[in-house]
Protein backbone atom coordinates (compact mmCIF):
# COMPACT_ATOMS: atom_id res chain seq x y z
CA UNK A 1 0.00 0.00 0.00
CA UNK A 2 1.45 4.12 -0.68
CA UNK A 3 0.01 7.26 0.05
CA UNK A 4 -0.29 8.62 -3.29
CA UNK A 5 0.42 12.77 -3.26
CA UNK A 6 -0.72 15.29 -5.63
CA UNK A 7 -0.54 19.65 -5.70
CA UNK A 8 2.29 21.53 -4.41
CA UNK A 9 4.27 23.65 -6.98
CA UNK A 10 5.48 27.56 -7.06
CA UNK A 11 3.27 30.71 -6.42
CA UNK A 12 4.21 34.25 -5.11
CA UNK A 13 4.04 35.22 -1.18
CA UNK A 14 0.76 35.22 -0.06
CA UNK A 15 -1.13 32.44 -2.38
CA UNK A 16 -2.71 29.48 -1.93
CA UNK A 17 -1.97 26.12 -3.04
CA UNK A 18 -3.93 22.76 -2.09
CA UNK A 19 -1.99 19.08 -1.37
CA UNK A 20 -3.77 15.93 -1.80
CA UNK A 21 -3.10 12.56 0.07
CA UNK A 22 -4.68 9.51 -1.13
CA UNK A 23 -4.56 6.26 1.15
CA UNK A 24 -7.42 4.17 0.03
CA UNK A 25 -5.18 0.99 -0.25
CA UNK A 26 -4.74 0.91 3.36
CA UNK A 27 -7.11 -0.81 5.01
CA UNK A 28 -6.42 0.60 9.08
CA UNK A 29 -10.11 1.75 10.57
CA UNK A 30 -8.07 4.08 12.77
CA UNK A 31 -4.93 6.18 12.19
CA UNK A 32 -3.86 9.55 11.72
CA UNK A 33 -2.98 11.05 8.19
CA UNK A 34 -0.94 14.28 7.96
CA UNK A 35 1.16 16.86 6.27
CA UNK A 36 4.99 16.93 7.46
CA UNK A 37 7.54 19.19 5.58
CA UNK A 38 11.46 20.11 5.54
CA UNK A 39 13.37 22.86 4.10
CA UNK A 40 16.59 22.75 2.86
CA UNK A 41 18.76 22.16 6.34
CA UNK A 42 16.45 21.86 8.73
CA UNK A 43 14.77 19.12 10.52
CA UNK A 44 11.63 17.55 9.14
CA UNK A 45 8.32 19.17 11.08
CA UNK A 46 5.24 18.20 11.90
CA UNK A 47 2.66 20.66 9.95
CA UNK A 48 -1.49 18.87 10.56
CA UNK A 49 -2.73 16.12 11.00
CA UNK A 50 -5.69 14.67 11.81
CA UNK A 51 -6.94 11.68 13.79
CA UNK A 52 -9.72 9.41 12.79
CA UNK A 53 -10.52 7.62 16.14
CA UNK A 54 -11.82 10.94 17.24
CA UNK A 55 -11.47 13.61 14.78
CA UNK A 56 -8.67 15.16 16.76
CA UNK A 57 -6.73 17.83 14.33
CA UNK A 58 -3.11 19.36 14.75
CA UNK A 59 -1.90 22.69 13.24
CA UNK A 60 2.09 23.60 13.74
CA UNK A 61 1.60 26.63 15.55
CA UNK A 62 3.48 28.49 12.42
CA UNK A 63 0.46 27.62 9.86
CA UNK A 64 -2.29 27.96 12.63
CA UNK A 65 -5.09 30.47 10.78
CA UNK A 66 -3.55 29.75 7.36
CA UNK A 67 -3.65 26.18 6.62
CA UNK A 68 -6.64 23.86 6.84
CA UNK A 69 -6.95 19.89 6.83
CA UNK A 70 -10.04 18.47 5.80
CA UNK A 71 -10.77 14.43 5.40
CA UNK A 72 -13.05 12.55 2.64
CA UNK A 73 -13.64 9.50 4.56
CA UNK A 74 -15.40 7.75 1.93
CA UNK A 75 -11.87 8.13 -0.56
CA UNK A 76 -9.41 8.40 2.52
CA UNK A 77 -7.94 11.38 1.40
CA UNK A 78 -7.19 14.52 2.56
CA UNK A 79 -6.19 17.90 1.50
CA UNK A 80 -4.11 20.65 2.87
CA UNK A 81 -5.17 24.05 2.17
CA UNK A 82 -2.15 26.57 2.55
CA UNK A 83 -3.03 30.28 2.04
CA UNK A 84 -1.54 33.22 2.95
CA UNK A 85 1.96 31.56 1.66
CA UNK A 86 5.05 32.75 2.58
CA UNK A 87 8.43 32.00 1.92
CA UNK A 88 9.38 30.16 4.96
CA UNK A 89 6.52 27.42 3.96
CA UNK A 90 8.82 26.67 1.55
CA UNK A 91 10.13 23.35 1.87
CA UNK A 92 9.24 19.44 0.69
CA UNK A 93 6.08 18.42 2.39
CA UNK A 94 5.72 14.42 2.95
CA UNK A 95 2.18 12.86 3.71
CA UNK A 96 2.63 10.30 6.52
CA UNK A 97 -0.14 8.07 8.20
CA UNK A 98 0.26 5.95 11.02
CA UNK A 99 -1.38 4.44 14.06
CA UNK A 100 -1.61 6.88 16.45
CA UNK A 101 -1.02 6.36 19.73
CA UNK A 102 -3.90 7.08 22.64
CA UNK A 103 -3.63 10.46 24.49
CA UNK A 104 -2.88 14.09 23.84
CA UNK A 105 0.43 13.21 22.07
CA UNK A 106 -1.14 10.92 19.30
CA UNK A 107 0.63 13.92 16.43
CA UNK A 108 3.90 12.94 16.92
CA UNK A 109 4.70 10.13 14.44
CA UNK A 110 7.35 8.51 17.02
CA UNK A 111 4.81 7.53 19.56
CA UNK A 112 2.75 5.63 16.59
CA UNK A 113 3.09 2.50 14.85
CA UNK A 114 3.26 1.31 11.03
CA UNK A 115 4.30 4.40 9.52
CA UNK A 116 3.91 5.23 5.76
CA UNK A 117 5.18 7.97 4.36
CA UNK A 118 4.78 9.76 0.66
CA UNK A 119 7.41 10.36 -1.64
CA UNK A 120 7.30 14.61 -1.06
CA UNK A 121 5.82 17.41 -3.15
CA UNK A 122 8.08 21.15 -3.56
CA UNK A 123 6.10 23.58 -2.58
CA UNK A 124 8.19 27.34 -2.78
CA UNK A 125 7.23 30.28 -1.84
CA UNK A 126 9.05 33.19 -3.81
CA UNK A 127 9.05 36.82 -2.22
Known amino acids: AQLVESGGGEVQTGGSLTLSCSAS????????IGWFRQAPGKEREGVSS????????YYADPVKGRFTLTRDGAKKTVYLQMNSLKPEDTAVYYC?????????????????????WGQGTQVTVSS
Open 96 to 116: ALWEPSYGSSWYFIQTGRNHF
Open 25 to 32: EFTFEDYA
Open 50 to 57: INTRDGSL
